[in-house]
């Protein structure tokens, strides 16, 4: 064989080498912004560099495979809805004591599942793994939680951040269905006002059972039957109900 088809060899499979490796990086970019949502794009702005974001990004699926994240029991599950419910009906009445329960119902769901609940920054990290397209709303939730507890926070903020916490809340509490999509049992009547929209039902384990108390807030609400109830909505409905957030697919944690 001469020289010139032996260079001519090697150059081929220089480039067929560099494709397949274009390729590769090109999917496993698709892959993350698909997986992390508007959290890879806030990283790369915040970092400066695609490269570094998705070096850190890839860190963080690392890590969260070391935590011993498992999803709630049923039992937890009717529990935690029926608290939601009992803090969503007062919102009416008291908009920021709910935003601020919503808040702690949230971190505390958390830490139960087995998120770094205790660091902020660590379980924003943790949370982006499978909750990316939902922690955008989080962020902005606490953000108007902050400005609640200073008093420069509207009726109208206070009911988004609701509606932001709720989004994350509902992803907290699924757990895998037979098909290894999520599910927080049937999902009740929603709008976008959250003083009339509870975050689910109970699921059928919880049927003749009592009143349930919130570890986080120290109400009492009966998961099985929130769903069912309508709270006033003359301040804060919105002009025309619309569908609540569906509870989206995730990858499953592992259990």
Excluded: C
């Amino acid at each position: 064989m001469s020289t010139g088809a032996v260079i001519a060899i090697v150059v081929v499979i220089v480039v067929v080498i560099a494709v397949v490796a274009v390729v590769a990086m090109e999917m496993r970019r698709r892959k993350l912004r698909r997986q992390f949502g508007p959290e890879y794009d806030r990283l790369v702005t915040e970092l400066g560099s695609r490269r570094k974001a998705e070096a850190e990004l890839s860190a963080r699926q690392r890590r969260l495979a070391q935590l011993d994240i498992r999803p709630l029991t049923r039992e937890e599950t009717a529990r935690y809805l029926g608290e939601w419910n009992a803090i969503q009906e007062r919102f009416v009445d008291t908009p920021g004591q709910s935003v601020e329960q919503a808040s702690v119902l949230v971190t505390a769901v958390m830490k139960l599942r087995g998120y770094p609940a205790d660091d902020q920054d660590e379980a924003m990290e943790a949370l982006s793994v499978e909750h990316g397209p939902t922690l955008s709303r989080y962020r902005e939730a606490r953000l108007t939680s902050e400005r609640a507890r200073v008093g420069s926070a509207s009726t109208d903020d206070l009911r988004n951040a609701m509606l932001q916490y709720r989004a994350l809340f509902q992803e907290l509490v699924a757990r895998p269905g037979r098909d290894g999509e999520l599910e927080a049992g049937r999902v009740g009547r929603q709008t976008d006002d959250p003083s009339v929209s509870p975050a689910g039902t109970a699921d059928d384990t919880t049927a003749g059972r009592g009143p349930v108390t919130s570890a986080a807030t120290g109400t009492t609400a009966d998961g099985a039957a929130a769903a069912d109830t309508v709270g006033p909505a003359d301040d804060v409905a919105p002009d025309s109900a619309v569908n609540g957030d569906a509870v989206s697919p995730q990858r499953s944690t592992r259990g």
